[in-house]
């Protein structure tokens, strides 16, 4: 080894220990930032930006259904949850606050994650990049979701579920409405699009619809093999409705006829009893009418809202959507 290459190596040390210098000086914890609208999260988590934007979170101030109830917001009360102040600031599991900016952002970025020092809870703590996250177990907790989500009881219902046991099957509201971008690897993160009621797959995954006869006469079963909770849960306007026709020899289908329906009624409509199904649990229903002794047609239809246009003749196939059918020989 000459000289010369032996003062290369030095100076190439010498390199390398000025750049362990710099990488290890500690790294600076970042300013807050005054956080002011979820497009600002944008530009560091694009994919979560984009899933939530397409989320009912995101329409929670501009949804038509709920202007219509609200009177456009006129009812201030329904504000706390459709444009709310970040739940941190009011503590997990108590309902949030109204909000009196960004309401068009609706259930946003903020209102989830924002701590009341301006960091972001989350997973991890990064002191050192602008949200400061901070690893907060409270967020992918059930009461998070519950202090929007439970004024109808849907985390009681889940905490009453086989779901809620510790063990293998275990399973909380962010495994099953925000499953990991890719299972293996969960450093990937969540979907942010919660799907829930709005998405007729989810539904159809919630039930299982079954027929049998006993003794000629038509049973029909529906189990709760999917949904943490109720089934249709939380929203009261949601019903799920089984109906029946008889099916002639040359094919020619009868009227529909309600057999039974799904659903916790509004508070005004007295004496009507709560008959969401819990969840893992069995219905079975029997159809005595003499005109079911027949082929028949059975189907279970989910509606986002209660009423049918006529009540006398309702028309599930054009007012609801079909979840499950199945047909039944004579
Ligand atoms: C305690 C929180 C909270 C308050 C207060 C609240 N909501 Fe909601 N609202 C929710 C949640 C959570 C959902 C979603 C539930 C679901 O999808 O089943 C929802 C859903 C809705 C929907 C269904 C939206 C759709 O697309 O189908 C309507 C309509 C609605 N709310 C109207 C109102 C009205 C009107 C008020 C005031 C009287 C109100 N909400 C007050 C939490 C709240
Ligand atoms: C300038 C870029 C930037 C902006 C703007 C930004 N973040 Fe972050 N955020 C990051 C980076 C980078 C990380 C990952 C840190 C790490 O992996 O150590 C992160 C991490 C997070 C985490 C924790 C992630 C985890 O896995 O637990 C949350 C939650 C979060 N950000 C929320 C937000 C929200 C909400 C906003 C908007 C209010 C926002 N961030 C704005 C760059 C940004
Ligand atoms: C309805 C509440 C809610 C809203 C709205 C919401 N998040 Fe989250 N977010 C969560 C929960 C809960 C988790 C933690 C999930 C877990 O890992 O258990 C999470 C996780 C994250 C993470 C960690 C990494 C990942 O992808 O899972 C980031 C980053 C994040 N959110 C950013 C955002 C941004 C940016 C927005 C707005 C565009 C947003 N979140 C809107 C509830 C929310
Ligand atoms: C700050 C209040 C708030 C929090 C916290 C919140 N939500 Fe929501 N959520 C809402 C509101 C309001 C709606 C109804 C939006 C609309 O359609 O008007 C909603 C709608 C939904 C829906 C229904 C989507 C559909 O198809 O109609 C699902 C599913 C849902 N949220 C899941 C969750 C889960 C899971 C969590 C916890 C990780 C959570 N939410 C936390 C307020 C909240
Ligand atoms: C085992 C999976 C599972 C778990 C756990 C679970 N859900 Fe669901 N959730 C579903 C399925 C399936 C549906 C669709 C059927 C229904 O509406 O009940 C649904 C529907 C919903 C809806 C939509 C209702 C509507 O009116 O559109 C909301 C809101 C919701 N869940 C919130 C929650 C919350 C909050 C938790 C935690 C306490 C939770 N879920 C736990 C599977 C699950």
Redesign the pocket.
């Known amino acids: 080894m000459n000289a010369r290459s032996l003062a290369g190596i030095a100076v190439a040390a010498l390199g390398a220990w000025a750049l362990v210098a710099v990488f290890h000086e500690p790294a600076k914890a970042h300013a807050p930032v005054a956080w002011e609208s979820s497009n600002q999260c944008a530009e560091c988590h694009r994919q979560v930006h984009d899933e939530w934007s397409n989320?009912?979170?995101a329409?929670?101030?501009v949804?038509e259904?709920?202007r219509k109830l609200s009177d456009n917001f006129s009812n201030t009360d329904c504000i706390d949850?459709?444009a709310?102040q970040p739940?941190f600031e009011t503590g997990i599991g108590n309902r949030?606050l109204a909000r009196s900016t960004r309401r068009a952002q609706?259930?946003d970025c903020i209102?989830?994650h924002q701590m009341s020092d301006g960091r972001m809870a989350g997973t991890l703590d990064n002191p050192t990049v602008s949200c400061r996250p901070s690893a907060q177990r409270e967020?992918?907790r059930?009461e998070?979701?519950?202090?929007?989500?439970n004024q109808h009881g849907t985390v009681d219902q889940w905490k009453a579920s086989r779901y809620a046991q510790p063990g293998p099957g275990f399973q909380d509201?962010?495994s099953?409405?925000?499953p990991l971008r890719d299972p293996s690897d969960p450093s990937k993160g969540r979907v942010h699009v919660?799907?829930?009621?709005?998405?007729l797959e989810?539904v159809r995954s919630a039930v299982a619809l079954r027929v049998a006869r006993d003794g000629g006469v038509p049973v029909v079963e529906v189990e709760n093999v999917g949904a943490g909770h109720n089934y249709p849960t939380?929203?009261r306007s949601r019903a799920s409705d089984i109906f029946w026709r008889d099916i002639a020899s040359d094919g020619t289908r009868g009227e529909w006829r309600k057999l039974h329906r799904f659903r916790n009624p509004y508070r005004f409509e007295v004496g009507e009893p709560n008959t969401e199904l819990p969840a893992g649990q069995t219905i079975s229903l029997r159809i005595e009418d003499p005109a079911a002794r027949g082929e028949l047609e059975v189907a279970l239809f989910y509606k986002?809202s209660p009423y049918y246009a006529d009540p006398e003749r309702p028309d599930p196939e054009r007012e609801a959507s079909l979840v499950h059918s199945a047909r039944l020989a004579p």
């Not at 998070?144 to 989500?149: D, L, M, P, Q």
């Not at 919660?194 to 998405?199: E, K």
């Open positions: 989320s009912w979170h329409q929670a101030w949804d259904e709920a949850c459709h709310p739940i949030p609706g259930v209102a989830c967020l992918t059930p998070a979701c519950g202090g929007c989500h509201c962010v099953c409405h925000m919660m799907h829930g009621g709005h998405d989810l939380d929203e986002l």
